[in-house]
Nanobody
Framework: QVQLVESGGGLVQPGGSLRLSCAAS????????MGWYRQTPGKPRELVAA???????NYADSVKGRFTISRDNDKNTVYLQMNSLKPDDTAVYYC????????WGQGTQVTVSS
């Protein structure tokens, strides 16, 4: 049974940093694309960043230069380092893994506020 467990969310002031982690279990995820999405009330879920099995990354324009996605295949874990956070980054962040089937984490709240 595949499970994704996110951690690292919380409240941070504008300009601050947070690091999200998503630990996947149930099988190896070396071939999966792993990513982070976010959602605010009334809006569709949007891609924040993704990383392929080969290490190719893709970022939303709004986070380029501020966020960095990485993965540790030995630990089946994907990370999202978020720097220079803005109030507009406030959202529930979801971990996503997909190969032939897609899986989602339960979400972790990130709130950027003074």
């Amino acid at each position: 049974q595949v499970q994704l467990v996110e951690s690292g969310g919380g409240l941070v002031q504008p300009g601050g940093s947070l690091r999200l982690s998503c630990a996947a279990s149930g099988r190896s995820f070396r071939l999966d694309t792993m990513g982070w999405y976010r959602q605010t009330p009334g809006k569709p879920r949007e891609l924040v960043a993704a990383i392929t099995s080969g290490g190719t990354t893709n970022y939303a324009d709004s986070v380029k230069g501020r966020f960095t996605i990485s993965r540790d295949n030995d630990k089946n874990t994907v990370y999202l380092q978020m720097n220079s956070l803005k109030p507009d980054d406030t959202a529930v962040y979801y971990c996503n893994v997909k190969l032939f089937v897609e899986y989602w984490g339960q979400g972790t709240q990130v709130t950027v506020s003074s």
